[in-house]
């Protein structure tokens, strides 16, 4: 009885463990997001870089971040022609 209780305590130890590695996760998924949306790419790409990378909500924030970069790039260049 006393090794099944340390079983069970070893392994709720290891899904709040767990649990806490994806809270963080989340946590910095949404941090990536605000920065993305106040336009403060490098800051954002720094905490993308912190999760996992085969994440499809990473992959998909990475992919918004360079069509931005690709928009401004772009817009730099038309205000040059034009002006």
């Known amino acids: 009885?006393?090794?099944?209780?340390a079983i069970?305590?070893?392994?709720?130890?290891v899904v709040m463990v767990t649990n806490a590695i994806v809270f963080i996760l989340l946590i910095t998924l949404?941090?990536?997001a605000i920065k993305y949306e106040a336009d403060e790419l490098a800051p954002c790409k720094s905490l993308l870089e912190q999760c996992l990378p085969d994440d499809p909500?990473?992959?998909?924030?990475?992919a918004a971040i360079l069509f931005k970069e690709a928009g401004l790039q772009v817009q730099c260049v038309y205000i040059r022609v034009v002006a």
Request: charged share 10%.
């Open 30 to 32: 949404k941090q990536a």
């Open 8 to 13: 069970s305590i070893g392994a709720f130890s």
């Open 57 to 62: 909500e990473v992959v998909i924030n990475s």
């Open 1 to 5: 009885m006393y090794l099944f209780l």
